[in-house]
């Protein structure tokens, strides 16, 4: 556990409630639970990782009536809250800086001594902060993408966002000859967000841009250390 080593043992600890960022919960002092052995397991292997909160459950039935019975037999009043935070975000945060060769924020946790620290290319993308509300999903993503190529002192001339994604992924990947990771968060949240049917037609017009955009990672397996998405 991280966090604790760096506040006064009388002091009610920090937990990090609402902190998704790894490099904020680590700097500021608040504790962290280290997981950092699965976060090895899965940098180590690469590969394609989804990682999805489950949303329904109505197709299979799992026989749990013995606490239906409990309940109705007590009576009582009950508050049944569904989990929101499943820690995908964090995660992501994580995988972010350990490929970024951040090496000191992992001071004390299991991969400190595991991992040979570099800096690889990563493309990081959370569909929850990338303004699709604002304008079309396709000029938020292509924007998004141009902003990252920037980062990394890139100019591409794609038009559209899956050809600017594939570009990205062979540039990064000629510049540093090394593989690229990618790191996505909320992959489907501009179609979720539209499912209202008033606006269903806005979620079948993002869905066929975000379909285009993902195809791109078909073909680039060659460039790709580590593919990990979240939903």
Not at 42 to 58: D, K, N
Not at 67 to 85: D, I, N, Q, T
Not at 170 to 182: F, H, K, M, S, T
Request: overall charge positive.
């Amino acid at each position: 556990m991280r966090g604790t080593d760096r506040m006064d043992t009388a002091q009610t600890p920090k937990y990090p409630i609402g902190h998704q960022d790894f490099k904020k919960i680590i700097t500021e002092g608040f504790v962290y639970v280290d997981k950092t052995r699965y976060v090895h397991k899965l940098a180590e292997r690469g590969g394609y990782y989804f990682l999805s909160r489950p949303r329904r459950f109505g197709f299979v039935y799992v026989d749990k009536t013995r606490y239906v019975h409990k309940l109705a037999e007590r009576g009582g009043y009950y508050f049944l809250s569904r989990p929101r935070r499943f820690g995908k975000s964090l995660l992501i945060s994580t995988l972010y800086h350990l490929f970024k060769g951040e090496q000191a924020l992992f001071d004390g946790l299991y991969i400190r001594d595991q991992w040979t620290f570099q800096e690889y290319p990563v493309i990081r993308i959370s569909f929850s902060e990338i303004g699709y509300r604002e304008m079309p999903l396709d000029q938020a993503l292509q924007q998004t993408l141009d902003g990252i190529a920037t980062h990394y002192g890139l100019t591409l001339k794609a038009e559209t966002p899956s050809l600017t994604f594939k570009a990205l992924i062979r540039a990064l990947y000629e510049q540093y000859q090394q593989q690229v990771v990618i790191l996505i968060d909320e992959y489907d949240k501009p179609i979720i967000d539209y499912l209202d049917a008033e606006q269903l037609h806005q979620a079948k017009e993002n869905r066929d841009i975000l379909k285009s955009f993902y195809s791109v990672i078909k073909d680039a397996d060659a460039y790709l250390k580590l593919f990990f998405i979240t939903g």
